[in-house]
């Protein structure tokens, strides 16, 4: 059995989102998947619209999302109170069991981002602990985003227990691959946070002559003085594998990195990977 894994941040409430949500159901209904990890998701409390809700009714996905619990930063910047954001995870199979996590920020910088774990239960295979995540954004708050992978890493320890399948982590970690709070992440190029929990980065496994850009200014979404286009949204796997080969990366690329039908989806694009189940 494969799994095929995609993560995506769909650009909340921004932009032209009526088409962009028509363009981003286009790239997943292409793909397949079996489990996504959503970050950026919009809810409408005027209307009771959800797009993770929307998305997984039009894919026959079952979903759970998590709403932020600061989205006032947020709403500050399209002006409406009615909005809220938080993470999403849909999956071809039913969702056993969730948790959230408010990521720890300092004042300044806490906008209530999130990690939101599900387990999915795929019938006659392992369960999969499944996590996604949104790390806060400033280019210059790499200590931010070291606390908040100490306190992610934790909380995937905790909620990973009782199956072969490693642990999948998801999300906009706003981070380059070579950056503080990757490597400490990854624990195997500096002390894990958790004592024996390491994370391989599927993108490792890509053929090493593919973009990996997943934010940048060839995106019209993306201002160009934000600085040069990388590789910020990641699927990390826990490792090693599982005693049957469970969570083994079999193939990783990008997607939603151009236009459908004139519209770009999203400011990222999202990584979709095929793990062995």
């Given at each position: 059995m494969a799994v095929r894994v995609v993560t995506w941040n769909l650009w909340w409430r921004f932009g032209p989102w009526a088409?962009?949500?028509?363009?981003?159901?286009?790239?997943?209904?292409?793909l397949r998947p079996d489990v996504v990890g959503l970050q950026e998701v919009w809810s409408d409390r005027r209307t009771g619209e959800n797009l993770a809700q929307w998305l997984a009714t039009e894919l026959n996905l079952h979903c759970t999302w998590a709403p932020s619990p600061a989205p006032e930063r947020w709403r500050r910047r399209i002006a409406d109170d009615s909005v809220d954001i938080g993470n999403a995870v849909l999956s071809r199979w039913p969702v056993t069991d969730r948790a959230t996590l408010h990521l720890p920020a300092p004042q300044d910088l806490d906008d209530g981002r999130?990690?939101?774990?599900?387990?999915?239960?795929?019938?006659?295979?392992?369960?999969?602990?499944?996590?996604?995540?949104?790390?806060?954004?400033?280019?210059?708050?790499?200590?931010?985003?070291?606390?908040?992978?100490?306190?992610?890493?934790?909380?995937?320890?905790?909620?990973?227990?009782?199956?072969?399948?490693p642990p999948v982590v998801t999300g906009d970690f706003n981070a380059r691959p070579?950056?503080?709070?990757?490597?400490?992440?990854?624990?195997?190029?500096?002390?894990?946070?958790?004592?024996?929990?390491?994370?391989?980065?599927?993108?490792?496994?890509?053929?090493?002559?593919?973009?990996?850009?997943?934010?940048?200014?060839?995106?019209?979404?993306?201002?160009?003085?934000?600085?040069?286009?990388?590789?910020?949204?990641?699927?990390?796997?826990?490792?090693?594998?599982?005693?049957?080969?469970?969570?083994?990366?079999?193939?990783?690329?990008?997607?939603?990195?151009?236009?459908?039908?004139?519209?770009?989806?999203?400011?990222?694009?999202?990584?979709?990977?095929?793990?062995?189940?």
């Open positions: 088409d962009r949500q028509k363009a981003i159901l286009a790239v997943l209904r292409e999130l990690a939101l774990y599900a387990r999915v239960e795929p019938p006659g295979g392992a369960p999969v602990p499944f996590f996604t995540t949104h790390l806060t954004s400033p280019l210059h708050a790499s200590a931010a985003r070291c606390r908040q992978v100490r306190a992610l890493a934790e909380f995937t320890a905790t909620h990973s227990a009782g199956t072969p399948f070579d950056s503080d709070e990757l490597r400490l992440f990854g624990g195997m190029r500096t002390t894990p946070v958790v004592p024996g929990q390491v994370f391989f980065d599927a993108w490792e496994y890509a053929d090493q002559a593919a973009d990996g850009t997943t934010w940048g200014p060839a995106n019209p979404y993306v201002h160009p003085g934000l600085g040069p286009a990388a590789r910020i949204d990641y699927i990390h796997v826990g490792g090693p594998a599982g005693p049957a080969g469970e969570g083994t990366v079999r193939g990783v690329r990008r997607v939603g990195h151009g236009p459908v039908a004139g519209v770009w989806p999203s400011d990222h694009a999202a990584v979709v990977a095929d793990l062995q189940g």
